[in-house]
């Protein structure tokens, strides 16, 4: 048999789609696990008749391969890929380029980026987003590593990637760890995203009284609007409407309600408050799923922490109440993305990624998980002023939010009165005050950090740095 295109490590089922994916665009594969009989099962089931080859072990797999050799890793982040690397690399020869396909943190990709390359090897840190339907119909792709080894890969990827009206949904990100520094803001977007519409489905059932198939019909209408159409609003509206198969009851209402995550939210505000960029919502979002799994504390806390809910409801129509929650929906999403956008923005300076901001935005709007018609609006505002330092001043989103800050407003004023946490729309809510307020409190707080620890201040009319002596 010739040699393979492409070889890929680790067949779980992101791999195993990749391969195929990959294959149905005409690229042979050889594929290498860690244990081989689940190669052979590939082999001798997904894989039969297709250009895909197995390798018994790294030396049959590097065997196998056109040069320069490209290998994908589809393995667990971490010390697995620290291990994959230094076993195949005394097998690799200059030129040879490895991926690392998973959701790597991206100062580990920065550390194997320069180590590789200083062996004259490639080392690519790609982002993949797209779940496992994603990877075998076409994910959305962030590789960042040296532009050369990018090229090497551009005709595989640019295949293998989601198509949108503008190109395929992978674009060269930039040096280092960049393409993993993007796929984890991605990450930290869709953790906002998936809270915001918890909130909604639990306002809809608990101060709305409607039942899942009822919440379905309303997500189902979000997402034939311009502004929520999206995968995460698409597949809400799917689980809603899923029976549990041994009750017949919603299966929604069947879940345990707590959240688990893997790591990528938690970077995503690390790197916030590393690099000063303001993520609340996306922080709210992390923090709900942290909430969420003291499930012990919160059912002992019940019994004895007591708030007489005030319904505010019945001031308004079903129809104005509908209106208003959308407004909060709406917001809030648009705040997780510029909240993303702006961190990705202070990386790149931070960090010289260079990032094209537009072209982020363009990958984002095929085969990712918060993939949502938005995006091409937030194309447009980076189109239109790179430097933008704001999503929320372009003046599409800045009338989205004279449009539907008082729905927004009420929706949180609602939820409080009725004793509903809401993090992410009631800091989404003070993310928007904050930030068109000009005059913020905390000259006061200049003063008390002047008073007890002489830390100096800035005058409002004139230049330099103060100090009072504020105790006598
Ligand atoms: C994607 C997803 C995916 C991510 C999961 C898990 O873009 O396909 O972001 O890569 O790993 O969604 O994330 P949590 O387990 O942390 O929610």
């Known amino acids: 048999m010739s040699k393979a295109h492409f070889g890929l490590i680790g067949l779980g089922v992101m791999g195993e789609n990749l391969v195929l994916n990959a ?59 620290d291990a994959v690397i230094s076993q195949i690399s005394p097998l690799l020869e200059e030129g040879d380029l490895l991926i690392d396909g998973g959701n790597s943190e991206f100062r580990d990709t920065e550390r194997r980026v320069k180590e590789l390359e200083s062996k004259k090897f490639g080392y690519i840190g790609m982002g993949i987003s797209g779940g496992a339907k994603g990877a075998l119909e076409g994910p959305s792709m962030m590789p960042g590593g040296t532009k050369a080894s990018y090229e090497a890969i551009e005709s595989l990827v640019s295949k293998m990637a989601a198509q949108v009206e503008d190109g395929p949904c992978v674009t060269y990100i930039g040096q280092g760890g960049s393409g993993h520094f993007v796929k984890t803001v991605h990450n930290g977007i869709e953790y906002g995203i998936e809270q915001i519409l918890a909130e909604a489905y639990d306002l809809l059932k608990r101060l709305y009284k409607k039942t899942p198939s009822e919440i379905a019909d309303v997500f189902g209408t979000w997402n034939d609007t311009e502004e929520l159409s999206s995968y995460l609003v698409e597949i809400t509206e799917v689980c809603l409407r899923t029976k549990d198969p041994n009750t017949q009851d919603d299966l929604v209402e069947m879940i345990m309600d707590k959240a688990g995550q893997k790591g990528t939210g938690l970077w995503t505000v690390v790197s916030g408050l590393e690099l000063g960029a303001s993520v609340p919502t996306i922080y709210a979002a992390l923090n709900a799923r942290v909430m969420s799994s003291i499930k012990s504390e919160r059912l002992h806390a019940e019994s004895f922490i007591k708030f007489d809910p005030i319904i505010l409801t019945d001031q308004y129509s079903n129809e104005d109440c509908a209106s208003f929650l959308m407004d909060a929906v709406v917001l809030a999403c648009i705040a997780s993305y510029s909240q993303g956008m702006e961190l990705l923005r202070r990386a790149s300076s931070e960090y010289n990624y260079q990032l094209h901001m537009p072209s982020i935005a363009q990958i984002w709007k ?67 005050h904050s930030y068109r307020t000009s005059r913020l409190p905390q000259n006061l707080v200049q003063a008390m950090r002047d008073c007890f620890g002489s830390h100096t201040y800035q005058r409002i009319d004139k230049e330099g740095s103060f100090h009072t002596e504020w105790l006598d």
């Open 23 to 81: 294959e149905s665009n005409g690229f042979s594969s050889v594929v290498y696990n860690r244990t081989f009989s689940r190669t052979e099962e590939f082999l001798k089931g997904r894989a039969v008749g297709k250009q895909i080859q197995g390798a018994i072990d790294l030396k049959d797999f590097v065997s196998k391969l056109e040069r320069p050799r490209r290998i994908f890793m589809m393995i667990k982040a971490g010390s697995p890929i």
């Open 366 to 432: 095929g085969g990712c998980i918060i993939r949502a018609k938005l995006l091409q609006r937030i194309q447009n505002a980076f189109n239109a002023d790179p430097d933008i330092p704001n999503l929320l001043i372009d003046p599409w989103f800045a009338n989205q939010i004279n449009d539907r800050l008082p729905g927004l407003s009420k929706t949180a004023s609602m939820a409080a009165m009725a004793g509903i946490p809401v993090p992410c729309i009631t800091s989404t809510l003070d993310y928007i």
